[in-house]
């Protein structure tokens, strides 16, 4: 709960704080599932702030964009590592064909 209040403040602060916040939940995605879903949900809040409250950020588009990457990366190597991740297989007109002719089923044009 820290990273998150952490990166709030520094957010708000703005300036150069700011643009480090982006970097701050960018890595707090990287702990888990459960992070990740946190990191994205506050760079939505740090996207729609009052710009009273808080000055718009100049490098806010590309830390947007890394937050995202960072929790894509997060949730995918979390799936590869424990198993629970799909296979993708080599699909072609071939394999399609002999599935369909293997089961008994009829193809017409």
Do not use: E
């Amino acid at each position: 709960m820290l990273v998150p209040l952490l990166a709030t403040v520094m957010r708000i602060a703005g300036g150069p704080a700011a643009n480090i916040s982006y970097l701050l939940i960018a890595g707090f995605a990287l702990l888990g599932r459960k992070q990740a879903i946190q990191a994205l949900a506050l760079s939505w809040l740090f996207s729609m702030l009052n710009p009273a409250l808080a000055p718009d950020v100049s490098a806010a588009s590309i830390g947007r964009y890394l937050v995202i990457f960072a929790a894509a990366i997060s949730v995918s190597w979390r799936d590869v590592v424990s198993g629970a991740g799909f296979a993708i297989k080599r699909l072609s007109l071939t394999n399609a064909v002999s599935r369909c002719v293997d089961a008994g089923s009829l193809i017409t044009v």
